[in-house]
């Protein structure tokens, strides 16, 4: 088999594996990727067989010889094998036959390289497992859920409307689908949920459908047998860790729509299979799901499949973005300046009113994640005296936004009261109100407040909402 200088390039410069053998398994080829995957040199390996290469395969298991004796093709399969160096490896392979005149003269196999992946993985689950049994023993409640309702706060009616149905789940055992964007808080939501349960003393293990390669997915959660793929072993999948507590999962709309079907089952049947088992248990497990685009939005890009959102859409939350319930930021900055006190060992007081004037002013494409974030920061850059966080202290993006209008007086508001709702009469007068005593106390914010008797951070909200400036 003769190979061109400018293919053998162009192989050598793709980052997957490529291993090409003649018809006797004598290799022939061997690229850069996958010298450096094995841990092996090019100039070692052609001209060995593979059972040379990798002495842990048999002709049963080997996917090059089943190419080359049988014919069989393979597509993104997982193996795991122990090469001539003793090196243990695990790759998504695919195998194909390679012929000429109807005759099988080779085979080639390409390889993606993950068994960083799956140690990492292996070692969550094993010390995962660990922890629950450690905390068994000693009667401690094995749940990793450490968030209650208590810790969730906002005053806004679309959060509190939220919390409301969270707090109902709480009671049963139905499946829960919630629904925010990115930075919502939808696992302290998972999590509050948990810890208001019955199953509170149980386990709770959260899994994000989109930073698990799809290859890994199946035996991740539902669990392996050993001799199910080369290497495999037995193993416990997150299902069986979560027996009897609740099963968190997180971008479902990520899982494979494969894994989808076989979830739905498992739903239905309440039980599950290892793969490459041959019996099926039964499991107590509550799932809650999440994600992060709409679910109407999910099924039309056929991300989603519709039986199985029907069947987890029991109870459904939407937690709204920050953008939605600006009237929570006075009362989060004042819970993270207490939280990063106590992480920073610091004495912060307060926000200033143009700072928080900033921070009501900007979009929060993050939510409360990234005002968390943003308020972190100004506690890495504030100096040790401090104890007011000013504009400067804010992340550019936040203190680089525009100042609200200045606005003097009542004169603002154009309607009339004759052609007003009485929302709107309520609203007019509240304003008029903040005004007048917002004059009578020099603009003085904390004199004002005191005057209203309403908390500093609800009268900076009013301040904001109202447009009404120093």
């Known amino acids: 088999m003769r190979w061109s ?11 997957v594996g490529v291993h090409v053998v003649d018809k006797q398994g004598m290799t ?15 100039n070692h390996v052609i001209g060995k067989t593979i059972f040379q290469l990798y002495p842990s395969l048999t002709v049963e298991t080997s996917t090059i010889n089943l190419a080359l004796k049988k014919g069989i093709e393979t597509v993104e399969v997982m193996q795991t094998y122990v090469n001539m160096k003793g090196k243990h490896i695990t790759t998504i392979n695919s195998t194909y036959p390679l012929y000429e005149d109807g005759e099988i003269i080779g085979a080639v196999e390409t390889a993606k390289d993950i068994t960083r992946v799956v140690r990492m993985y292996d070692q969550t689950l094993e010390l995962r ?73 149980q386990p709770f293990i ?18 392996t047998t050993k001799g199910a793929f080369t290497g495999a072993v037995d193993k416990q999948g997150i299902f069986e860790q979560a027996n ?54 999910a099924l039309q890009q056929k991300v ?44 912060v007081k307060n926000i200033s009113d143009d700072a928080l004037q900033h921070l009501l002013q900007y979009d929060w494409p993050g939510n409360i994640r990234e005002l968390s974030h943003a308020i972190e920061r100004a ?39 004759a052609n007003m709702s009485l929302p709107h009469l309520i609203e ?12 009578e106390c020099n603009r003085n914010i904390s004199k004002t407040a005191n005057a209203l008797g309403v908390k500093r951070q609800a009268l900076q909200y009013k301040l904001h909402k109202y447009q009404i400036r120093k």
């Open 5 to 15: 200088a400018h293919f053998e390039a162009i192989l050598n410069m793709v980052n």
């Open 28 to 42: 022939v080829y061997y690229n850069e990727t996958m010298a450096i995957i094995d841990g092996l040199e090019q």
């Open 129 to 201: 497992k660990q922890l629950f049994d450690t905390k068994k023993k000693e009667r401690i409640s094995p749940s990793t859920a450490v968030y209650h309702f208590s810790d969730l706060i906002g005053d806004s009616t679309n959060f509190r409307h939220a919390i409301a149905i969270a707090k109902k789940a709480a009671r049963t055992t139905s499946p829960v689908l919630i629904y925010g964007a990115t930075g919502t808080g939808k696992e302290l939501v998972a999590q509050s949920i948990h810890n208001a349960s019955s199953r509170r003393p």
């Open 206 to 223: 959260a899994l994000n459908c989109a930073a698990v390669p799809k290859e890994l997915m199946e035996g991740l959660m539902f669990g």
């Open 244 to 297: 009897g507590g609740t099963l968190f999962l997180d971008e479902l709309n990520s899982l494979d729509l494969l894994l989808q079907a076989k979830l739905l089952r498992v739903l239905q049947d309440r039980k599950i299979r290892r793969i490459g088992g041959k019996t099926e248990k039964e499991m107590d497990v509550r799932i809650i799901t999440a994600m992060n685009i709409p679910p109407e939005q």
């Open 304 to 347: 989603l499949r519709s039986d199985l959102y029907f069947r987890l859409n029991v109870l459904h939350i939407e937690l709204p973005t920050l953008k939605e319930r600006k009237a929570d930021i006075p009362i989060l900055v004042e819970h993270f300046i207490r939280k990063f006190n106590d992480t920073f060992m610091t004495n």
């Open 379 to 417: 506690f890495n850059i504030i100096d040790y005296h401090y104890e007011t966080i000013e504009k400067d202290h804010l992340p550019t993006s936040v203190s680089e936004r525009s100042h609200f209008p200045q606005v003097e007086g009542p004169t603002r508001f154009i309607a009339t009261t």
């Open 428 to 439: 007019k007068f509240e304003r008029d109100t903040i005004i007048r005593v917002f004059n």
